[in-house]
């Protein structure tokens, strides 16, 4: 059980748009904390797609974007391409367990 | 551009020791965080836990008891230690930069830990 939670999974054909969603509480995402996205592609190491209040590294389309209300935070992917398939994690601070806590992962699969 | 570089054993016997090592290259060590993460076969990224680069510590409390991290400032690296292994900790373990605000910049590319006899 994720500190975080996430949709397993979410699908969208090229072109559209999918939203996948990070829920938390008020001792991470509601107590102000940072949200950040990492993409994961089978066999390689997570990579920051989204960081803070809606940054992306250099090299990230922006067809990526982060928002956050109260204790949840989403990660909008618009103009979806088949290389978009991939999981998604979000991650936050809880200063409960005093550490990163990680969402459980959403599988995006492209239609 | 920083880089990081995990290295330890791929199999470790049950109630035994994992030791695993990250070596950094590139950037600086003072100001960050030096933290692990794994993930199990099929399973999602657990964040285990941190170092700073003058040694003060933060574990997951799901695992306090077991692990323990250490920082050598002058080798740059940094290091993982979990007791008492069974198969649950069959997993790609993964050592990463962390900022003040929590983001895990930098990653390694990863080791797959296999806890059988």
């Known amino acids: 059980q994720s500190v975080l939670t996430q949709p397993p999974s979410v699908s969208g054909a090229p072109g559209q748009r999918v939203s996948i969603s990070c829920t938390g509480s008020s001792s991470n995402i509601g107590a102000g904390y940072d949200v950040n996205w990492y993409q994961v592609l089978p066999g390689t190491a997570p990579k920051v797609l989204i960081y803070g209040r809606n940054n992306r590294p250099s090299g990230v389309p922006d067809r990526f974007s982060g928002s956050k209300s109260g204790t949840s935070a989403s990660l909008a992917i618009t103009g979806l391409q088949a290389d978009d398939e991939a999981d998604y994690y979000c991650q936050s601070y809880d200063n409960t367990l005093s550490g990163s806590v990680f969402g459980g992962g959403t599988k995006l699969t492209v239609l | 551009q920083v880089q990081l570089q995990e290295s330890g054993p791929g199999l470790v016997k049950p109630s035994e020791t994992l030791s695993l090592t990250c070596t950094v290259s590139?950037?600086?060590?003072?100001?960050?965080?030096w933290s692990w993460i794994r993930q199990p076969p099929g399973k999602g990224l657990e964040w285990l836990g941190h170092?700073?680069?003058?040694?003060?510590?933060s574990y997951n409390p799901s695992l306090k008891s077991r692990i323990s991290l250490s920082v050598d400032t002058s080798k740059r690296q940094f290091s993982l230690k979990l007791t008492s292994l069974t198969a649950a900790d069959t997993a790609v373990y993964y050592c990463?930069?962390?900022?003040?605000?929590?983001?895990?910049?930098?990653w390694g590319q990863g080791t797959l830990v296999t806890v059988a006899s």
């Open positions: 590139g950037g600086s060590i003072s100001g960050y965080f």
């Open positions: 990463a930069r962390e900022t003040a605000t929590r983001l895990l910049d930098f």
């Open positions: 170092v700073s680069y003058s040694g003060s510590t």
